[in-house]
Nanobody, 123 residues
């Protein structure tokens, strides 16, 4: 069992930056690849970014490439998402999730999820 707690969301203006954090507890953090997903009102949850167990195998959805950076600190059991040049279409609840195996892009690969943190970007 892994418990995940996100933080760092907020309301910002277009062009601003935010850094999301996700602290894990329970089973060993390094056992899991990790991902960020987001869900906007009335839309399905979508993949944002993922990172492998020791920090490799990084992948992003096309719309955030060059603006978002995923990273992890296994010594601190923490996952990060640095979001720069935010756009109104980035507005969503952002979730971190732990993936023991399987496709980084599919939410069904992830066994454990945080409660989410709201990111709102105004134009």
């Amino acid at each position: 069992q892994v418990q995940l707690v996100e933080s760092g969301g907020g309301t910002v203006q277009a062009g601003d930056s935010l850094r999301l954090s996700c602290v894990a507890s329970g089973r060993t953090f390094v056992y899991y690849a990790m991902g960020w997903f987001r869900q906007a009102p009335g839309k399905e949850r979508e993949f944002v970014a993922a990172i492998g167990r020791i920090g490799g195998s990084i992948t992003y959805r096309d719309s955030v490439k060059g603006r978002f950076t995923i990273s992890r600190d296994n010594a601190k059991n923490t996952l990060y998402l640095q979001m720069n040049s935010l756009k109104p279409e980035d507005t969503a609840v952002y979730f971190c999730a732990a993936n023991p195996s399987g496709s980084a892009y599919e939410s069904t690969s992830y066994d454990f999820w945080g409660q989410g943190t709201q990111v709102t970007v105004s134009s």
